[in-house]
Structures are given as structure tokens and as C-alpha cells.
């Protein structure tokens, strides 16, 4: 089984449709993120998370939110949906020391219509 | 505020040709640390290597080599008779020890090694 889980792997939606896409993780990570990658622009973080109770904004979390429900499970939301939001989502993780490399899950690709 | 710079965004080699990757990157901070990974067509992120801003000594694993140099902040990966297998998109990011607590990414390169 994966160490860093994310469901659904594919998701296609309408326009203004609330999404929640989820990340669990066995790996007993403190730290959790939510990524998302656009051509030619590589991965832009969106949240971050410490420990459940600390939840930070990354570079472009305008139109998402988060929930930190425990050590494992770390969910994005978007309330509602926008084309422009439409890109392949990542979610990893990583120990609570800066030179170590984050995990990531397999992503989810969420088309908007 | 830091920064990733991937210029290459497309690079296309024949098969057993030697590749590099460049990466150039601008921090503030003192103590950084460097990563490269790789996505290949299946879209996962696979994390290959990691360099810290005090060891300057370059590394080298099967076929891969990577040189860090400081004087023009850069960390370079080099694929030495490069496969098929080889194709994918690599990033290079950096992530500081400073208040940014970040990993930053570059915008990646994609490989396509040709048979």
C-alpha cells in the first residue's frame, strides 16, 4: 500500500460545484502539504500543515481551504470550483526537519468544466 | 525570497547520449538545503536526491551525478548514458531553514530520451 494516499486519483466537475479531495499518509509524518502543478510552472504549494493544530497559507491558497483532521488525514477543499482551477493536485509529507525531502502521493487530476 | 530557475524546459537526447539538467537557484538564507525529483509519464513525484548548502562535495549514484556549486549557486544533474527509462519531467527545489520553511520548485525539464 502507498505511504501517502490520495483519492480520488481523477475527478471531473462543473463550474461552482464544492470539491473536497483527501490525503492520508502511514508514514507518522508531522508535516503535511497541499500542492498543485501547472504546465511550466512546476508545483505551487497551496497550504501547509505542521501538526493539526497549525495551518499555514502557501502561495496560492486564494479560493481553497484545509482541514488538518488528524496526523493522517489532511484535506483540500475548494468551495466552489473554477475552471482556472482545473490542474493535477499533490499531497505529501515529510518529518519536522527542513533538509528532509518531502513523500508524495500519486496526485489527483481534477478537471473543471 | 527565494527562488528556482530550470531554464532547459524541453531537452531531447538519443539514447546512451549524456544529458545534464541545470538548475540555478537565489536564496537569502545561509543554510539551504537542494533536492531533485522525478516525475515520470505515470505523474508521480519521485524524490531522488538531496544536498545540503554545507557539503559542497558532488555525488554520484549508478548514472546519475549531480554538482553543487555555491560561487554560482547552482545544482546540476547529470544523466550518463541516458535510457529510454529516462524520460520524465525533473524538478529541482530548494528549501530553506529560514522563516520560509518552504520547498520552493523550479518549473521542471522535460526529458525525452529517444531509442
Known amino acids: 500500500d502507498a505511504d501517502v494516499t490520495q483519492t480520488p486519483r481523477n475527478r471531473i466537475t462543473k463550474t461552482g460545484k464544492r470539491i473536497m479531495l483527501e490525503c492520508s499518509q502511514t508514514?507518522?509524518?508531522?508535516?503535511m502539504y497541499w500542492y498543485r502543478q501547472d504546465p511550466g510552472l512546476g508545483l505551487r504549494l497551496i497550504y501547509y500543515?505542521?501538526?493539526?493544530?497549525?495551518?499555514n497559507k502557501g502561495e496560492i491558497s486564494d479560493g481553497y481551504s484545509v482541514s488538518r483532521q488528524a496526523q493522517a488525514k489532511f484535506s483540500l477543499s475548494l468551495e466552489s470550483a473554477i475552471p482556472n482551477q482545473t490542474a493535477l493536485y499533490f499531497c505529501?509529507?515529510?518529518?519536522?526537519?527542513?533538509?528532509?525531502?518531502?513523500?508524495f502521493g500519486d496526485g489527483t487530476r481534477l478537471s473543471i468544466l | 525570497a527565494q527562488k528556482v530557475t530550470q531554464a532547459q524546459t524541453e531537452i531531447s537526447v538519443v539514447e546512451k547520449e549524456d544529458v545534464t539538467l541545470d538548475c540555478v537557484y537565489e536564496t537569502r538564507d545561509t543554510t539551504y538545503y537542494l533536492f531533485w525529483y522525478k516525475q515520470p509519464p505515470s505523474g508521480e513525484l519521485v524524490f531522488l536526491i538531496r544536498?545540503?548548502?554545507?557539503?559542497?562535495q558532488n555525488e554520484i549514484s549508478g548514472r546519475y551525478s549531480w554538482n553543487f556549486q555555491k560561487s554560482t549557486s547552482s545544482f546540476n544533474f547529470t544523466i550518463t548514458a541516458s535510457q529510454v527509462v529516462d524520460s520524465a519531467v525533473y524538478f529541482c527545489?530548494?528549501?530553506?531553514?529560514?522563516?520560509?520553511?518552504?520547498?520552493?520548485f523550479g518549473s521542471g525539464t522535460q526529458l525525452t530520451v529517444l531509442p
Open positions: 508514514k507518522g509524518h508531522d508535516r
Open positions: 544536498r545540503n548548502s554545507f557539503d559542497e
Open positions: 527545489a530548494l528549501a530553506s531553514s529560514g522563516s520560509a520553511r518552504q520547498l520552493t
Open positions: 505529501a509529507t515529510s518529518v519536522a526537519v527542513s533538509n528532509q525531502p518531502q513523500h
Open positions: 500543515s505542521f501538526d493539526v493544530k497549525d495551518i
